[in-house]
């Protein structure tokens, strides 16, 4: 199975004030077809997961311009350029470019 | 607007069985693979299942007990439990999607307990 590796587990952030989530994998997500199947997702308090950025830099439609997703291979990178209040819960990275799909152990995100 | 809406969820005891359903709405049904994740209580986030033209795949901790089947005239998705395992307990979402995970249900309960 592919482990994901998420650092830090938690982040107090200023608003205003830009965060950074890596997430590592324990082998390459790159598909035979080209693609990388990395996804990160959003779970506020009490709510369901939210997908944020897809294929490693697809913003999903609707996700503030603020989220910013890079990388390749095995590493990868999430960024806010500015924390709002509303960008507190805890954040997934998940690769899909093998079976079983699996998830970071998530990171704590708050204000 | 997409819509993933589980039921079936409740209290079980070990050994017992449940039999989840996500009603989906809002998008081809039939053209689309769906997925089951679950989250145990404080905890992450655990691929179950999924389902798509090429047959089901499985999480090794499921395997043999929990069967996934889908049923397109009713634009629905079903997750048989079966000898339910304390561990088994979580939140289990409906997923739409075989490799983008785009629209979440917004859950349904099983515990299993003595």
């Known amino acids: 199975d592919v482990v994901m590796t998420q650092t830090p587990l938690s982040l107090s952030v200023t608003p205003g004030q830009p965060a950074s989530i890596s997430c590592k994998s324990s082998?390459?997500?790159?598909?035979?077809?080209?693609?990388?199947?990395f996804s990160w997702f959003l779970q506020r308090p009490g709510q369901s997961p939210q997908l944020l950025i897809f294929?490693?830099?697809s913003r999903v439609s609707g996700v503030p311009d603020r989220f910013s997703g890079s990388g390749s291979g095995t590493d990868f990178t999430l960024k806010i350029s500015r924390m709002e209040a509303e960008d507190v819960g805890n954040y997934y990275c998940?690769?899909?470019?093998?079976?079983?799909?699996?998830f970071g152990q998530g990171t704590k995100v708050e204000i | 607007e997409v819509q993933l809406l589980e039921s079936g969820g409740g209290l079980v005891h070990p050994g017992g069985s449940l039999r989840l359903s996500c009603a989906a709405s809002?998008?081809?049904?039939?053209?689309?693979?769906m997925t089951w994740v679950r989250q145990a209580p404080g905890k992450g986030l655990e691929w179950v299942s999924t389902?798509?033209?090429?047959?089901?795949d499985y999480a090794d901790s499921v395997k043999g007990r929990f069967t996934i089947s889908r049923d397109n005239s009713k634009n629905t998705v079903f997750l048989q439990m079966n000898r339910l395992r304390i561990e088994d307990t979580a939140v289990y979402y409906c997923?739409?999607?075989?490799?983008?995970?785009?629209?979440w249900g917004h859950g349904t309960l099983v515990a299993v307990s003595s």
């Open positions: 082998q390459s997500l790159l598909h035979s077809d080209g693609k990388t199947y």
């Open positions: 389902i798509s033209y090429t047959g089901d």
């Open positions: 809002g998008f081809p049904f039939n053209a689309y693979a």
């Open positions: 997923v739409k999607g075989l490799r983008l995970f785009d629209h």
């Open positions: 294929e490693v830099s």
């Open positions: 998940m690769q899909a470019t093998s079976l079983p799909r699996t």
